[in-house]
């Protein structure tokens, strides 16, 4: 049977969108149907770290993108005593990965650039007002009901958000990892500088209007983060026996941001109460159906990473996606999704329930406790250090981690510019490997380049990411992950071989060798 769609999309929130823009770009055929006749008009993320940004790259979104970003300085925790615990500065730091690590953004105008990206792709449609109601899965593929209408597809895609209708027809549940906390969102437009109560220790060259600023008070928890232009944001935490109506009134809610926008005019655009907690699908998969984004799994904000992981799922997915679609890979290559993937949000996921449970501390004694705790610790690590390396799928012994994208020419040009990213063999010098990886690298259309040969090395990242790994040579795959690291052409050559096999290239890897 031949069916109209490679893959349909339910819901095109920001990693539906993204999601489209990359199947998009791999040629697939694309119908993405979204209940809402507009994006979402209120900001709810409003942190990306630089993986976004290499992410939207690309797919080549970051350039009408860019200028709508705030890189941050950093951020800082404030104590019960309103004293400085903990200083993560991103100020002048070395850019490995090639842009800072933390910006703000507006995520309604980064939606706006996701569909706007779509309109390059005729292979991909985009239908509005379009509420998806059932899903049944088939002999082959799945089939959609809208209204009186079905679709056939190959693949399903839910990217429907947390209340996700295809999470619920695949009947699939969601662990809780046990964290829930009331949390009031404000933003606003501020036309001045904010005022920050009496802070000790804060260091002379912090800019606290470009810091994300966690204010651990036992009386009341509450985070001041900065956004692009005028935008401000604030989360209050909830106390016991505060009502999420009452706490959400205009007058409460301009009570609590008063304080620190006594100097500056200022509009509230929203203030709305969430509940913080922690959720991961069980299942990311079923048959031709996928979860990804919120659908999949919600964290607390503390390190604003719940799109981020949402855009990596569908990093993850679509290159395998669009190798299976082609026929160049197995099927079983789309097992590697939730393995790969689960592992990496629930670590993340913890760390922001361990964090939370230490911003959330309302009793003043123990405050005082986790601030002299904090205040002893030495091994400081941003939300951006937290991304685990891959442990298991299509990678290699001392493989799995984000490889860097330093500046490899004296302009600034990223490495990425000069790969075109998908799958990259990278060596420091000129290599060959066996006609059989060789065939592998032919599949997976990798192209070789030589640091000596292809680039510079200005700042000594490459170098020093070689050294550390005590290797000649990387595979690296269409989603920045490392998938084989080694010193020598030939287990290089092995690992490549060993990988083919492991996504299901086998078969034609052997059929071509043996033409060759
Ligand atoms: C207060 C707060 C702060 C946050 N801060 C950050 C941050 O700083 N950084 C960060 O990375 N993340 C942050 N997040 C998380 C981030 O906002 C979400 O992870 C992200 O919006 C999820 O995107 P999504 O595309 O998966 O889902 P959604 O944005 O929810 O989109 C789902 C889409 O599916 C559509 N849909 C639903 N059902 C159907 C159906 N049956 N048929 C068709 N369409 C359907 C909806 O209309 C919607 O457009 C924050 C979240 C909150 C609440």
Redesign the pocket.
Known sequence: MTLEWDVTI?????????AANLLGQAGLRVLV????MA??AL???????HE?LRLLEDADLLAPFKDKLLAGDGHLHIGADHGVIRYLSAVDKARAFGYANDY?FY?PEL?EVLRAGLTRYPNVTLRLG????GLEIMDEGARLT?GDETIQTRWVLG????????RKAIGVQLDDLNFEEP?L?VDAEVDGPISFPDLTGVPENANLQRLSVMMCDPSRPATI?PGRGNHR?W?FMLLPGEDDVQMSQPETVAALVEPWVQNAPHRIIRA?T?R?HGLVATDWCVGPVFL?????H??P?F?????????RDVANLAWKLALVSGGEADTRLLDTYQPERDAQVRHVIGKAIDAGQYICVLDPVEAQVRDERVRAQSDIRTAADLIAPIASGITGKGAGERFINPAVRDDGTLLDSVTGGGWVLLSRSEMTVTPEATAVLAQLGARQVVVSRDMSDPEGHLDAWFKAHQADHVLVRPDFYTAAVSASASLMGDEIVRLGRAMGLGQSISTKVASS
Request: aromatic share 10%; with cysteine; net charge negative.
């Open positions: 339910v819901g095109c929130g920001p990693v539906g969108a993204y149907l979204e209940r809402d994006p979402y900001p709810r993320a409003v942190h990306v770290d976004m703000f995520q939606e379009q509420e998806v109601t809208l990217t429907d958000g947390a209340r996700s209708m295809v949390w969102v983060v944001r989360e709305a969430y913080f990804a984004g919120d659908a999949a919600q964290t904000p390190f604003g990473q719940g799109m981020c992981h949402g855009m």
